[in-house]
């Protein structure tokens, strides 16, 4: 009896051990993918064929992640992928346009705010046909880095979490282990808390994100047009990495406010931002824009 109460919840594996479980798991599976990955990678000669092998690479990452999520949500949760909110069903591209459009309001605002204080200065702008191009190639990689983070932390762990805790302590771990997650970033450790801060206030949101919507569209279009119009458009750093971009700037300022070199994320100037993403979704929330959402939840998620 013993033996079933810590390791088992309703015949399953416990959800806190299937999200353990979960870390393993992804890793044995990600070895062939990224195999595969590096032996694509290497097809390209052109001047974006070290980009195109990040992107390959990336690619790599989803795979392994969703076939991961897969196995475990099928042989050891017992469940369907579309119940963490995964699903293609009725609404999801709407849910992901919403999404980038309040990823793209987030960014401008950070940025707006920056040059309205004589903390940023716009050198110049790239050309805009070769930066279309070059956004249009990113698009890809930013998504998928996008769908494999918010799949795999509001997805299965932030879901499985909440059936052993609850929604807010399990917001409230995946958040923190989100911003842990981004001290291997280049710049992190020159405010290292506040860097934690600034990316768990985002987990907290997309956390949030995925209890008002059923679904994780539109955590992941905010994601993907969050990372997009931070680096290659606006020239912020991207979580401590630089990439090129539309908008060549020089950003001034305390570090502290500004977030320094790693990017806005560990500045406190993100604080206003969040607030208005926040505020933007709760007004569509309460629109009933999310209202009529299929609901392909598990009971414990609907309590």
């Excluded at 399990?170 to 990316?199: E, M, Y």
């Excluded at 912020?236 to 908008?247: D, N």
């Excluded at 990017?263 to 009529?292: C, K, N, Q, W």
């Amino acid at each position: 009896m013993i033996r079933t109460s810590i390791f088992l919840k309703d015949g399953r594996l416990r959800p806190v051990l299937r999200a353990l479980v979960f870390f393993p798991v992804f890793f044995l599976i990600l070895i062939p993918f990224l195999i595969v990955s590096g032996l694509v990678g290497k097809f390209g000669s052109h001047p974006g064929s070290s980009f195109l092998s990040f992107t390959v690479f990336e690619l790599a990452v989803l795979g392994a992640l969703l076939t991961a999520t897969l196995l475990l949500r099928r042989f050891v949760d017992r469940r369907s992928i579309e119940s963490l909110g995964f699903t293609f069903s009725r609404a999801w591209f709407k849910l992901l346009l919403i999404g980038v459009a309040v990823g793209v309001v987030i960014q401008s605002s950070v940025f707006l705010l920056e040059l309205s204080l004589g903390y940023l200065r716009i050198n110049s702008l790239s050309p805009l046909q070769g930066t279309l191009a070059f956004l249009a190639l990113t698009l890809v990689f930013w998504l998928a880095a996008a769908a494999v983070e918010e799949i795999g932390l509001r997805g299965y762990l932030f879901q499985n979490l909440w059936e052993e805790f609850g929604p807010v302590p399990a917001a409230i771990a995946t958040a923190l282990f989100f911003g842990a997650l981004h001290l291997g970033n280049p710049n992190a450790h020159a405010q290292a808390a506040l860097t934690v801060t600034g990316i768990a206030l985002y987990g907290l949101l997309a956390c949030w994100i995925v209890v008002l919507t059923r679904s994780l569209w539109l955590a992941i279009g905010v994601h993907c047009a969050w990372n997009i119009c931070e680096g290659p458009v606006y020239g912020f750093a991207v979580s401590g990495l630089k990439t090129p971009s539309l908008i060549d700037q020089t950003g001034s300022g305390p570090d502290w406010f500004t977030g320094g070199a790693f990017g806005p994320e560990s500045g406190a100037i993100m604080v206003v931002p969040l607030a208005l993403g926040t505020l933007l979704i709760y007004a569509l929330h309460r629109l009933g824009v999310f209202s009529d959402l299929p609901d392909t939840r598990e009971a414990y998620a609907k309590t």
